[in-house]
T-cell receptor, first 112, second 115 residues
Framework: AQSVTQLGSHVSVSEGALVLLRCNYS??????LFWYVQYPNQGLQLLLK??????LVKGINGFEAEFKKSETSFHLTKPSAHMSDAAEYFC??????????FGTGTSLTVIP | EPEVTQTPSHQVTQMGQEVILRCVPI?????FYWYRQILGQKVEFLVS????????KSEIFDDQFSVERPDGSNFTLKIRSTKLEDSAMYFC?????????????FGSGTQLSVL
C-alpha cells in the first residue's frame, strides 16, 4: 500500500527565509513523487515531480525537492520565501496502478 | 500549457437533488480522475476512468456516484441524491498515460454546496 505523511499542517516563515515542507511516503515499489500547490480558491498546480534519474528535482517558482530513498522522504525547499508563496502544499505518491495518494497538506504562511 | 476545464465553478443544490459536474480533459489524454476536497481536509481520490470504464474507485464512490464520458470530450461526475456531506470542492484530472509523462493535470475545481 502507498501512503503519504506531511509533518506540520501549518508552517510559518519570514519573507526571505528558508522554506522547508516535509513529506514522507511509504510504498512497496519505487514510487513517483509529486508536490502540488493550491492557491486560495484555485485548483491544484504541479510544482515538481520525481520519476526516475536525478534525485534532486527543480520545479517552478524556485522550489526544489530531493528524493531520499533511505529516508523515504521527498521534502520541498525554497531558499528564500516570497509573499506569493503563501498557499497550501500537497505531497503525492503514485506507485502501483493509477491512483495518486495525497498527503493532508501543509499551509504555508509567509510573514512580511 | 493545455488545461483541464471544469464547469460550473460553483454549484449550489438542495439536499436530495441530482447534480452533474462537468469536465473537459486534455484532448489526447487517456486517463481521467475525480477527486474531492472537503473544506480543511485533504484531497481524496474518488474514481479513475480508462477505456470507457472505471478502472479504480474508492470507498467514497458509492452507488450515489457515477461517471460518464458521453462524447469524445466531456467527462462527467453525477451525484444522484446529494447529501450535506457531499459539500466539497471536486477536482477533475487527466493524464496522457503513454508511460513517459505521469504528470497529472488538474482542473480548477467545482465548489459544490449542498443545502
Amino acid at each position: 500500500a502507498q501512503s503519504v505523511t506531511q509533518l506540520g499542517s501549518h508552517v510559518s516563515v519570514s519573507e526571505g527565509a528558508l522554506v522547508l515542507l516535509r513529506c514522507n511516503y511509504s510504498s512497496s515499489v519505487p514510487p513517483y513523487l509529486f508536490w502540488y500547490v493550491q492557491y486560495p480558491n484555485q485548483g491544484l498546480q504541479l510544482l515538481l515531480k520525481y520519476t526516475t534519474g536525478a534525485t534532486l528535482v527543480k520545479g517552478i517558482n524556485g522550489f526544489e525537492a530531493e528524493f531520499k530513498k533511505s529516508e523515504t522522504s521527498f521534502h520541498l525547499t525554497k531558499p528564500s520565501a516570497h509573499m506569493s508563496d503563501a498557499a497550501e502544499y500537497f505531497c503525492a505518491v503514485v506507485a502501483l496502478g493509477n491512483q495518486f495518494y495525497f498527503g493532508t497538506g501543509t499551509s504555508l504562511t509567509v510573514i512580511p | 500549457e493545455p488545461e483541464v476545464t471544469q464547469t460550473p465553478s460553483h454549484q449550489v443544490t438542495q439536499m436530495g437533488q441530482e447534480v452533474i459536474l462537468r469536465c473537459v480533459p486534455i484532448s489526447n489524454h487517456l486517463y481521467f480522475y475525480w477527486y474531492r476536497q472537503i473544506l480543511g481536509q485533504k484531497v481524496e481520490f474518488l474514481v479513475s476512468f480508462y477505456n470507457n470504464e472505471i478502472s479504480e474507485k474508492s470507498e467514497i464512490f458509492d452507488d450515489q456516484f457515477s461517471v460518464e464520458r458521453p462524447d469524445g470530450s466531456n467527462f462527467t461526475l453525477k451525484i444522484r441524491s446529494t447529501k450535506l456531506e457531499d459539500s466539497a470542492m471536486y477536482f477533475c484530472a487527466s493524464r496522457q498515460g503513454d508511460g513517459t509523462n505521469e504528470k497529472l493535470f488538474f482542473g480548477s475545481g467545482t465548489q459544490l454546496s449542498v443545502l
